[in-house]
């Protein structure tokens, strides 16, 4: 089983701050895929072929990596963004998710 | 529109069975694989169970094979899964997801407990 380790766990970010996330396999996958969840709320694909937006999701969000190393940045942190954040991989299964970064507004 | 609505979810006793359905609309059901995630309360996501196209085939996590059934009803468009010998670690909110995980139903919430 691929395990997926985000990190960090929490963060607090304030408006217009950069925001990092970082997703780290325990082995190689091809592809990362970034899921959003608001609190209360049912998950929404983000990020998909580690780098493409979903319709939808503002282009200060990015997705890049490669390998075993893969991260999801924010450029500039709104209001609208604090929520859970999950990496996820296709590459073999059981199809995993990274633990969850929880996002929050400082 | 694409539409999952999950249903069927509810206070089980441990040992018991139940049985959830996604009804889905808005797009054409019969070409896509669907999955069952879980989420525990206050904890991560985990994948649960996917069925192909046809239900040709389908696939499961270690933790569930031998008690959860995934099946489909391409002609009602609705997925199902069929948990049996339920236990307190199945206690979560089952979400039906579209193809890759594209789509997310909001979920329903099984809890097991005598």
């Known amino acids: 089983e691929i395990v997926l380790t985000q990190s960090p766990t929490t963060i607090a970010a304030s408006p217009g701050e950069k925001v990092t996330i970082t997703c780290r396999a325990s082995s190689s996958v091809s592809y990362m895929y970034w899921y959003q969840q608001r609190s209360g709320a049912s998950p929404k694909l983000w990020i998909y072929d580690t780098s493409k937006l979903t319709s939808g999701v503002p282009i200060r969000f990015s997705g890049s990596g490669s390998g075993a190393s893969y991260s999801l940045t924010i450029n500039t942190m709104e209001t609208e963004d604090a929520a859970t954040y999950y990496c996820q991989q296709w590459t073999s299964t059981p199809w995993t998710f990274g633990g969850g970064t929880k996002l929050e507004l400082k | 529109e694409v539409q999952l609505v999950e249903s069927g979810g509810g206070l089980v006793q441990p040992g018991r069975s139940l049985k959830l359905s996604c009804a889905a609309s808005g797009f054409t059901y019969s070409n896509y694989i669907m999955s069952w995630v879980r989420q525990a309360p206050r904890k991560g996501l985990e994948w649960v169970a996917c069925i192909t196209t046809g239900g040709g085939n389908t696939y499961y996590r270690d933790s569930v094979k031998g008690r959860f059934t995934i099946s489909r009803d391409d002609a009602k468009n609705t997925l199902y899964l069929q948990i049996d010998s339920l236990k307190s670690e199945d206690t979560a909110t089952y979400y039906c997801?579209?193809?890759?995980?594209?789509?997310w139903g909001p979920g329903t919430m099984v809890t097991v407990s005598s």
């Open positions: 997801t579209k193809g890759y995980f594209d789509f």
